[in-house]
């Protein structure tokens, strides 16, 4: 059974306190991770796919990076509005026509404090 | 700049109510799906479709049913309501089935059954 785990379940940050989330994950043959940032009351926005092992994305403050069994992603100087839940989700081949299936972590709640 | 829009945002019910989540997209995305969100749990996969015409159940289907007679609307349906169903859902759609296709979520019903 697939499984996605993320750490650590919550992270209370400084305002420009650099870190990282981790998300490890057992899978039977990975066709992508991707990364998601949830607000309260909204759904979850997507961030980043990685693919490969070495792989690594960026985007503003935010930088995901890919092994064969986890990804992390760090959160650079963050800000007060970084503060959100960031959800991993893995992709798996799935059976008849699940191609798109995605399997998620519980998420890690992130709150930067000015 | 709709994308996927989901009617209605709250909604209370009583045991063995039905009612229909309402689920609608204007991306003209092939795939579409409902996960349900529990604290702790993540988002867990209830059915998905990858066309008009075609779907399937994900890993949690007990208790709801959906159809998928256009390609923008996709509803799910509670035919008898129960407390284990009280949850956040949330509706996703993307392009494909392909690698490279993020799915885009909706803002979620938030479901009480009393």
């Known amino acids: 059974e697939d499984q996605v785990t993320q750490s650590p379940e919550a992270l209370r940050l400084q305002e420009g306190e650099s870190s990282s989330l981790n998300c490890s994950y057992t899978?039977?043959?990975?066709?992508?991770l991707f990364w998601y940032r949830q607000d309260p009351g909204k759904g979850p926005e997507f961030l980043f796919t990685l693919y490969s092992a070495g792989e690594e994305k960026e985007k503003e403050r935010l930088k995901a990076t890919l092994t064969k069994k986890e990804s992390f992603l760090h959160i650079t100087a963050p800000k007060p509005e970084d503060s959100a839940t960031y959800l991993c989700?893995?992709?798996?081949?799935?059976?008849?026509?699940?191609?798109?299936?995605?399997?998620f972590g519980g998420g890690t709640r992130v709150l930067v404090k000015p | 700049n709709a994308g996927v829009t989901q009617t209605p945002k709250f909604q209370v019910l009583k045991t063995g109510q039905s009612m229909t989540l309402q689920c609608a997209q204007d991306?003209?995305?092939?795939?579409m799906s409902w996960y349900r969100q529990d604290p702790g749990m993540g988002l867990r996969l209830i059915h998905y479709?990858?066309?008009?015409?075609?779907?399937d159940q994900g890993e949690v289907p007990n208790g709801y049913n959906v159809s998928r007679s256009t390609t923008e609307d996709f509803p799910l349906r509670l035919l008898s309501a129960a407390p284990s169903q009280t949850s956040v859902y949330f509706c996703?759609?993307?392009?494909?089935?392909?690698?490279?296709?993020?799915?885009?979520f909706g803002d979620g019903t938030r479901l009480s059954i009393l």
């Open positions: 899978v039977s043959g990975l066709r992508g």
């Open positions: 996703a759609s993307s392009y494909s089935t392909g690698n490279n296709q993020p799915q885009h």
């Open positions: 991306m003209n995305h092939e795939y």
């Open positions: 989700a893995v992709r798996t081949p799935g059976i008849k026509a699940a191609g798109n299936k995605l399997t």
């Open positions: 479709s990858v066309g008009a015409g075609i779907t």
